[in-house]
């Protein structure tokens, strides 16, 4: 089974500066996707990015960007100049095949994120 | 507007009260899914479904029921809550098993005192 792994547990940041939030993988597949999510305070779910395991360029959405290791298992979540509006949960993910061609999303702890003005 | 509903959004309840609650999509997706939220643990998923009156067990199926009577709708059933079901649930749906595109609902924080 895949298994996901954030090791920061909360990050502290100054507004405009980037901020990098860790993640690692473990899977046997060769074919897989990762996500990262935002989770506001508010407690929605917000899709950020998107990284598939061919895809041979890293991921960028805007002041997202995806730093993907393959052979490292890691797929970092790079925010550039970030805005006190970036204060979140994060959440690294990735797509697991079920039975029957099902899909379901396995997630990690998550990574607190506050950006300090 | 494309949009996955739950409710109630916030439910304070004993335990041993029977308890529902509902997700709603209206994209007209075949997949849908349950999670709960717990500090420390991510996303977990409780139970998910392909299509009408097909559903499965997640990782964290224990103390829940879901049905699937009709494409747009994918309750949560608590049938005896207890205390250790206290959590953020969310409901997702997405076109076809892939959840490559999926969509997550609002979420709905329960407490079970």
């Known amino acids: 089974a895949q298994k996901i792994t954030q090791t920061q547990p909360g990050m502290f940041v100054q507004e405009k500066e980037a901020v990098t939030l860790d993640c690692t993988y473990d899977t046997s597949d060769q074919s897989y996707g990762l996500f990262w999510y935002k989770q506001p305070s508010s407690g929605e779910m917000i899709f950020l990015i998107y990284q598939g395991s061919y895809d041979e360029q890293n991921a960028t959405e805007g002041r997202y960007s995806l730093n993907f290791q393959k052979a490292r298992k890691s797929a970092n979540l790079v925010i550039s100049a970030s805005q006190l509006g970036d204060s979140a949960m994060y959440f690294c993910?990735?797509?697991?095949?079920?039975?029957?061609?099902?899909?379901?999303?396995?997630f990690g702890q998550g990574t607190r994120l506050t950006i300090n003005p | 507007e494309a949009q996955v509903t739950q409710n109630p959004r916030y439910l304070i309840t004993v335990t041993g009260k029977k308890l529902t609650v509902t997700c709603s999509q209206n994209m007209n997706h075949e997949y849908m899914s349950w999670y709960r939220q717990d500090p420390g643990l991510g996303l977990r998923q409780i139970y998910y479904s392909m299509n009408v009156e097909v559903t499965d067990k997640g990782d964290v199926p224990e103390g829940y029921k879901v049905s699937r009577k009709e494409k747009r709708n994918f309750p949560l059933i608590l049938e005896s809550p207890s205390p250790n079901q206290t959590s953020l649930y969310f409901c997702?749906?997405?076109?076809?098993?892939?959840?490559?595109?999926?969509?997550f609902g609002p979420g709905t924080r329960l407490t079970v005192t």
């Open positions: 993910a990735m797509r697991e095949d079920l039975i029957q061609g099902a899909q379901k999303l396995v």
């Open positions: 997702a749906s997405s076109l076809g098993a892939s959840v490559d595109e999926q969509y």
